[in-house]
């Protein structure tokens, strides 16, 4: 018990908050519907049910946007299944702080501020365009429809892990089961879209896509290191999260939406990005009087990302404490792995 308090107490800033926020909020939902008189579950007309659930303030359902606008922010924290409550914490604590320790505690709130809202109010427009489609007869659809878990942070915690060392490998059950960071996002958009699907769980089908193609947007274009956006190293592009044999389509398809939001001006082109590093560089380079040694942008973005991935593997260490000799050799080699990248 003393060690998960020191360990508790150990956690980054944000991540302490974020896993705080979320055990508070998630207990006074399932309090409060313990404590009520009404059974929702046993109503058949869904939008009743939704009006008489007592933690209708903190879940964001589509049909009460404009009545709870505040749900988009708290309902990313509000989770009443215990099961998937525990699993949640779990991720939270341990991939949260891993990421809040690379980037930095205001980086990373903003990442998972953008990340929650964004995929939480795209997955309400989205289920009320479902019903508007389908019909009145389909009010479920906005009423019984729970947007809401940590499913879609989850999803963009993947996203961040293979930027950061796509090349690590996990091995899990004595090293039956083993897979890299790299293949993580694509693992994950796979097999929970399924299993909320068999759940009868709409609004975390949602929210793992969404959180997935949003969290790809925003570290491809948007987050700010130092005085560049993004990263548009060829390792991150979109279509490394896709299988081989696809990826000529989904190259053609993210091709299309690139140039698109290049021309409305809602992200900087390539060549852009390039000259931004180059320009920089030229400064660095200059006020070190060592223009000789000046790297090309592709070799800034790959020094960059092998710079990262070598911080993030010797904090895992040093989190873990002395590892043991078999640590060691798959630590070096996966250190050896992304150098040679």
Not at 94 to 118: C, D, H, K, P
Not at 216 to 239: C, K, P, Q
Request: with cysteine.
């Amino acid at each position: 018990m003393s060690k998960l308090i020191l360990y508790a107490r150990a956690l980054p800033l944000v991540t302490k908050a974020m896993s705080v926020t979320y055990l508070v909020l998630s207990l006074t939902a399932i309090l409060l519907r313990l404590q009520a008189s009404t059974n929702i579950d046993e109503v058949s007309d869904p939008s009743y049910a939704a009006s008489q659930d007592p933690a209708r303030f903190l879940i964001l359902r589509p049909g009460f946007i404009a009545s709870y606008p505040w749900t988009i922010m708290t309902s990313t924290f509000v989770e009443t299944n215990l099961v998937f409550l525990l699993c949640g914490l779990a991720g939270l604590v341990a991939i949260g702080s891993f990421l809040e320790r690379q980037w930095g505690g205001r980086s990373f709130a903003l990442f998972v501020l953008v990340t929650t809202m964004v995929p939480a109010l795209t997955a309400a427009v989205v289920s009320i365009a479902l019903y508007a489609v389908r019909g009145s007869a389909h009010s479920s659809i906005l009423y019984a429809t729970h947007v809401g878990g940590l499913a879609g942070l989850v999803s963009a915690f993947t996203v961040g892990l293979k930027q950061l060392m796509p090349e690590y490998s996990v091995k899990l059950f004595g090293g039956a089961l083993s897979f890299r960071m790299n293949e993580l996002p694509g693992v994950y958009t796979l097999v929970a879209p399924i299993m909320f699907t068999l759940l009868g769980d709409l609004g975390s089908v949602l929210l793992v896509n969404i959180g997935f193609l949003e969290a790809f947007v925003y570290l491809r274009f948007y987050r700010r290191e130092g005085s560049l956006y993004g990263d548009r190293s060829e390792a991150f592009a979109f279509t490394t999260f896709f299988p081989e044999f696809v990826q000529p389509l989904i190259a053609r398809l993210s091709n299309a939406l690139y140039g698109a939001a290049v021309a409305c001006k809602l992200i900087t082109s390539d060549e852009g990005y390039r000259q931004q590093n180059v320009d920089l560089e030229a400064a660095v380079a200059s006020d070190s009087n060592e223009l000789f040694n000046l790297h090309t942008p592709e070799d800034s973005d790959a020094d960059r990302r092998k710079a990262i991935a070598a911080k993030a593997l010797d904090m895992r260490l040093g989190s873990a404490g002395p590892p043991s000799s078999a640590a060691s050799s798959s630590t070096i080699a996966a250190t050896a792995t992304v150098d040679a990248k």
